[in-house]
Nanobody, 118 residues
Framework: QLQASGGGLAQRGGSLRLSCAASVTSGRIYDMSWFRQFPGKQRELVAV???????NLADSVKGRFTISRDNAENTMSLQMNSLKPEDTAVYYCNVRIQFSTTDYRAYWGQGTLVTVSS
């Protein structure tokens, strides 16, 4: 079960921080990601962080967004700075849980709306 929070309204150049908390009863969290979805478009990957802390961000957000995680708390955050109107989207957290060496399952949190005004 994933619980996302932190969306809202920001002005151009402003900041928002998204958080995602995972409730895991079995398996271990493999990687954690943020996706976003624009109206009428498919979800796109924004940022991903591995269990070891390696990160990968979409080119469109590099230098502005930072993804982090707390393995002890099973939480993940996305710090979004220098926001642009084109960042306006519904943001989703995604977690892949490893149940065995060959069994990985992805879970989605509810979306949280980020709106950036110009």
């Amino acid at each position: 079960q994933l619980q996302a929070s932190g969306g809202g309204l920001a002005q151009r150049g402003g900041s928002l921080r998204l958080s995602c908390a995972a409730s895991v009863t079995s398996g271990r969290i493999y990687d954690m990601s943020w996706f976003r979805q624009f109206p009428g478009k498919q979800r796109e990957l924004v940022a991903v962080i591995s269990s070891g802390g390696n990160t990968n961000l979409a080119d469109s957000v590099k230098g502005r967004f930072t993804i982090s995680r707390d393995n002890a708390e099973n939480t993940m955050s996305l710090q979004m700075n220098s926001l642009k109107p084109e960042d306006t989207a519904v943001y989703y957290c995604n977690v892949r849980i490893q149940f065995s060496t060959t069994d990985y399952r992805a879970y989605w949190g509810q979306g949280t709306l980020v709106t950036v005004s110009s």
